[in-house]
Each structure stands twice: as structure tokens, then as C-alpha cells.
């Protein structure tokens, strides 16, 4: 890895504007937000289950905008990134369906619904993306790894706007189509804590990416001090790994 | 959380829809813990990793200038301090 990065700078910052923004959003949510006159008390789960699909989504795409620069510069921070950028997204995606499986049993009586685009094209990304780890762990060679989990990386990410307009254009059967590309269908009072909701999970999602880039890059590190001290044996990691080195 | 939603006016937290919206808020709640448990676990890992890099820093020094009569014990940062 050329040079060195640093990306706990700001980390402090970052973390508290979340904290706030969170705090922010919760409040709205349960004091400022009416209830809904349709579905009722049910669809204040609305404010974390399309938040956080939206931020997933928004991180695989995120993924592969990192691919690029690894695949265009050779540089292993890329592919660091992207990797995190993936694996952040998966946990943010996997909230979102557990969320929004709940309020489709609580809405429809139905943990989940197979004929409805909206569910099943969302399941799809996301096992599209559960297979990135285990492609990179198949691959011993790092530098393979890297290339390959790019290339991946980089066709995930564009599967997911391709994969958003084909929903666009499907029929709804019961998921509710709120949000268009024509605009957000929602009252104003909702509408604000939407969108803090969603600023709120956008920070929550790049704290926590770059509280993971810290821990990896410091433990990148802490291997590559120790390579120096000691020698290449000692520092050579134990096993064959996913994450980049 | 319940202390969030018990607090917050109008909560329906003994009605069936009160308890989905509490699940699927405590779902995401916990995701977001454990996480922060796996990266507390994974930093404390760093954290011995970086003790046992120190020990053998200070091992090797010491192997390799054993009369020197510097403490070999003591890092560059303790020696300026004593």
C-alpha cells in the first residue's frame, strides 16, 4: 500500500453529528410526525425500513464507484474501501428487510409476499451481494482478489439502478409506492422526518464506514510495522482471508 | 428504546401495532449493536496484537544489544521520560 491514509480524522465529529441527527430523527418520528390515517401506528416503521434500503442500496453502488478507482489506479486502498462500502451496506440492507418484514406482517399478515417486485428485486441485490465474500475468500491470490471482487463489484453496482427502474416499471401488487422517480408522494410533516431519517442513516452509514476503514487500516499497519521490525514470516497472516489486506 | 416510545405521546405500545413498530425498531437497534460489539471485539484484538508487537520489539532489542547499557526493557519514549 503506497503512502499512508488516515481516516479516523473527523471520525469524532462525524460520530456525534449521527448521535444528534439520530436523536433528531427518533423525536421527529414519535412526537412531530402524524399518524397515518390509512395504515395507522404501523407505518412509523416506514421511518428506518426505507431509510435504511435506500442507504444499502446507495452502498453497493457506493461499492463500485470504489472499484473503479482500484480497477483505474491498482491501488489496494480502493479495493479496501469498496470492500467496506459492501460489507456496511449488507448490514444496513439486512436492518431493511427485517424491518420491513415486520411491518408487512403487521400490514398485510404476510412476513413476506413472493409476487411483489419490490421485495423479491431487493432480496435479489442483496443475495447478489452475500455472494461478494465468498467470492474473495475462493481467491488466495490478493491481487486476483482484488481484481476480480472490482469487476464484481462494479457490475453489482450498476445492477442496482438497472434493478430500481425495472421495479419502476413493474406493477405494484401491495408494496406502496411512496417514493417515484416523479417525486415523494408524502405530507410535509412526514415528508421532514423522512428526510432526516434518511440524513440520519446516511451518517450512521459513513461513521461506521469509516470507523471499519480506521480498524482495518490501523491493523493494515500495525502488520506492516511489524513486517519492518521483525521480518515478512512473523507478520504473514495466519490464513487465507475475504478482506483485502 | 421502550423508555423512548413510553415517553412519546399517543404510543400505542399495548396494541399489536405498538409492539411490531417497537420490534422493528429494537431489530435495527440491535444490528447496529452487535456490530459495534464485533468491532469492540476486533479492537481489543488490536490492541494485543499491538502489546505483543511492543514485547517483541523490545525482545529482539534486547537479543541483539544485550551490553549496551541501555535499559532494553524500557521503550525510547519510557527512557526519555525517566
Known amino acids: 500500500m503506497p503512502g499512508s491514509t488516515t481516516y479516523g480524522k473527523g471520525l469524532r465529529t462525524l460520530s456525534l453529528a449521527t448521535v444528534t441527527t439520530m436523536a433528531a430523527a427518533l423525536a421527529l418520528v414519535f412526537f412531530y410526525a402524524p399518524v397515518d390515517a390509512s395504515t ?109 471482487a472490482s469487476v464484481f463489484a462494479i457490475v453489482g453496482g450498476a445492477f442496482v439502478p438497472l434493478n430500481y427502474l425495472a421495479v419502476s416499471a413493474a406493477t405494484a401488487y401491495v408494496h406502496p409506492r411512496v417514493l417515484t422517480l416523479s417525486g415523494a408522494h408524502l405530507p410535509p410533516s412526514m415528508g421532514l422526518t423522512f428526510v ?38 512473523i507478520a504473514r497472516p495466519a490464513g487465507r482471508s475475504a478482506a483485502p489486506s | 428504546m421502550s423508555a423512548i416510545l413510553a415517553a412519546a405521546p399517543a404510543v400505542p405500545l399495548n396494541s399489536t401495532a405498538g409492539h411490531y413498530v417497537a420490534a422493528a425498531y429494537i431489530v435495527v437497534l ?43 526493557v524500557l521503550t525510547t519514549a519510557e527512557r526519555k521520560s525517566a
Not at chain 1, 98 to 113: L, P, R, Y
Not at chain 1, 222 to 227: E, P
Open chain 1, 40 to 148: 395507522g401506528f404501523v407505518q412509523k416503521i416506514f421511518y428506518v425500513h426505507v431509510p435504511l434500503a435506500i442507504i444499502s442500496l446507495c452502498g453497493f453502488v457506493f461499492g463500485g464507484v470504489m472499484a473503479v478507482g482500484y480497477l483505474r489506479t491498482g491501488d489496494r486502498r480502493w479495493d479496501m474501501r469498496s470492500y467496506v462500502a459492501i460489507h456496511m451496506a449488507l448490514i444496513f440492507g439486512i436492518a431493511g428487510l427485517i424491518s420491513g418484514s415486520i411491518w408487512a406482517k403487521a400490514s398485510w399478515g404476510h412476513w413476506w409476499v413472493w409476487n411483489e417486485p419490490t421485495l423479491v428485486s431487493f432480496l435479489i441485490v442483496l443475495l447478489l451481494f452475500c455472494t461478494y465474500q465468498p467470492l474473495r475468500f475462493s481467491i488466495e491470490d490478493p491481487e486476483r482478489q482484488s481484481r476480480y
Open chain 1, 196 to 233: 432526516v431519517a434518511l440524513i440520519a442513516f446516511a451518517l450512521l452509514y459513513a461513521t461506521l464506514w469509516k470507523y471499519e476503514m480506521t480498524a482495518k487500516n490501523t491493523r493494515a499497519q500495525v502488520r506492516r510495522l511489524r513486517r519492518t521490525l521483525l521480518g515478512d514470516d
Open chain 2, 30 to 72: 440491535a444490528v447496529i449493536l452487535i456490530y459495534v460489539a464485533i468491532m469492540a471485539t476486533r479492537a481489543q484484538r488490536l490492541e494485543r496484537e499491538l502489546e505483543q508487537l511492543r514485547r517483541d520489539v523490545e525482545a529482539a532489542r534486547e537479543k541483539e544489544a544485550p551490553g549496551n547499557g541501555a535499559d532494553p
